[in-house]
């Protein structure tokens, strides 16, 4: 009559039996969130939080067109997003060989604006896991600001359309501050007018200015790898790099943790 296995043998599963549940364990626990309580989110909009690019660029090519000037590819202007209105038409039009006049800039600025907050969200959409993220930042009890250098008055009816407003705690445009992004002064009042404190914050951004912005203020800095930078992404020297939504309370956990009020 053949034998069972040994009491060594009985040993050794009951081990590795152990030893998958604890793995099963870790891989499905859920973080603590507690950090996150408290602490301040500051976000870019255009490039960060939403794709606006086909908005923006439209409404630039129907101003060019509208000169008699060809349109921009979408690929070639969209690095041009971020600095706010007048940067992007000024960009746009020298890269078509046709420098504004700075006497001109007014009016076509305010031509560019009568059309784009007609349209500035007939494409504009939320980037991936952007829902999902500020749900469980709001929900961990993180106060959430928006930090644009897009004028206020664009930025709240974008939010609005979108359903994301409720989100957020405060919203920032580039007109409200002494001086935009990369300016300290711009964050700092984004993390002030939401309730919260610098020392506890994190700006989440695309481009140059806002990590200027976060290193003239002393904030942790998580760029995302998708936005629109004419400086490579890789080269801003961010805190941490994400490529998507779902890796960003886990970049928050862990720059909030690293450095505690």
Known sequence: MGQGPGIGEDIAISRRLAE???AFDGACAVPDLTPLAGATIAFD???TLVDSAHDLIGALNVLLEQEGIAALPLAEARPFIG????????RGFTA?????????????FDR????????????TRPFPGVVDCLTELKAAGAKLSVCTNKLTSLSVPILERLDLAKFFDSVVGGDMPPAPKPDARHLAMAVA???GQIERAVMVGDAATDAGAA?????PLVLVSFGYTETPVAELG????????????EACLRLLTACPA
């Open 193 to 195: 007018a939401a309730g």
């Open 215 to 219: 290193r003239a203020a002393g904030v």
């Open 96 to 108: 078509q060989g046709h420098p504004v006049p700075g006497d001109q800039m007014p009016a076509l």
């Open 238 to 249: 961010a805190d941490i790099l994400i490529d998507h939504f779902d890796e960003l309370t």
């Open 20 to 22: 998958t549940a604890s």
């Open 45 to 47: 909009l255009d490039g």
């Open 112 to 123: 560019f604006i009568a059309h784009y907050s007609e349209h500035s969200a007939d494409l």
């Open 83 to 90: 600095h706010g209105a007048k940067w992007l038409l000024e």
